[in-house]
C-alpha cells in the first residue's frame, strides 16, 4: 500500500511563501505522476500542479502561474510545491496525489488519482 505524507504547510501573510514536501512509503515516488491538488473553504477539491514521472512536464492551473514550482527530486523520492506571493484565495488543505499512469492532464484536468495523502493545510491571512 503507498502512502503518501505532506509536510510544510502553515500559517504565512499574504506575499509570503511556502514550501510543501511529498514523500512516499510503500513505493518509490519515482513510479509515478504526481500532483498537489488543494480543497479551499467553501469549494471542491482542485488539481493546482502536476509533474510527470521525469520531471519534463508540469501542469499548473491558470490561478497558480507563474507563482507555485512543482519539482521532484529523483535522488530524495520527494516532489515539492513552492509556493510564492501567496494570497489569501490560496488557503486550503493541499493533497499530494500519485498515480501510475497515463499522464499530468489525466491528474490535474480529470482528477486521475491512485494515491492521495492526508492533506496539509496552508493558511494565507494577514
Known amino acids: 500500500q503507498v502512502q503518501l505524507v505532506e509536510s510544510g504547510g502553515g500559517l504565512v501573510q499574504p506575499g509570503g511563501s511556502l514550501r510543501l514536501s511529498c514523500a512516499a512509503s510503500?513505493?518509490?515516488?519515482?513510479?509515478?505522476?504526481v500532483g498537489w491538488f488543494r480543497r479551499a473553504p467553501g469549494k471542491e477539491r482542485e488539481g493546482v500542479s502536476c509533474i510527470s514521472i521525469r520531471g519534463e512536464n508540469a501542469y499548473y492551473t491558470d490561478s497558480v502561474k507563474g507563482r507555485f514550482t512543482i519539482t521532484r527530486d529523483r535522488a530524495k523520492n520527494m516532489v515539492y510545491l513552492e509556493m510564492n506571493s501567496l494570497e489569501p484565495e490560496d488557503t486550503g488543505v493541499y493533497y499530494c496525489?500519485?498515480?501510475?499512469?497515463?499522464?499530468?492532464?489525466?491528474?490535474?484536468?480529470?482528477?486521475?488519482?491512485?494515491?492521495w495523502g492526508k492533506g496539509a493545510t496552508v493558511t494565507v491571512s494577514a
Open positions: 510503500g513505493a518509490s515516488l519515482n513510479s509515478f505522476i
Open positions: 496525489a500519485a498515480l501510475v499512469f497515463p499522464s499530468i492532464e489525466q491528474m490535474c484536468v480529470r482528477n486521475g488519482v491512485d494515491y
